[in-house]
């Protein structure tokens, strides 16, 4: 199944900034980079720290933790196999929809 999450009109996302917010039990982290959103899981595969105090550079962000660094766009780790989500975001009647998937829950 998959859940589409509004970001609040109150949340900053101009130019330059960042956000976060909570999606079925998940932070996700939101970057503003060159009037493009970009959102990805905020928890850093390998210490767990925020991803959304790392250091960007172009269209990856770095952990502030250990270093590694995470393409925006897609999450996948530059030179190595730990990778975060990324989540299809669009922009529509002003505000920025995140398209999350919910996870299947089995009764047997």
Sequence with gaps: ???????????????GK????KAN?????????DGRIYAIDDSCPHSGASLLF??????????????LRFNLASGCMRGGAMNV?????????GCIRITV?????SHL
């Excluded at 039990?25 to 980079?33: K, P, Q, W």
């Excluded at 989500?85 to 009647?93: H, K, L, V």
């Excluded at 998937?101 to 829950?105: D, E, F, K, N």
């Design 1 to 15: 199944m998959k859940d589409t999450i509004e970001v609040p009109a109150t949340v900053d996302l101009s130019a």
């Design 101 to 105: 998937s919910t996870p299947i829950t």
């Design 54 to 67: 790392g250091k960007l550079d172009g269209r990856s962000v770095q952990c502030p933790a250990h270093g």
């Design 25 to 33: 039990g998940v932070d996700i982290a939101l970057f503003n980079v």
């Design 85 to 93: 989500r990324a989540y299809p975001d669009e922009i529509a009647e």
């Design 18 to 21: 960042r956000a976060r917010v």
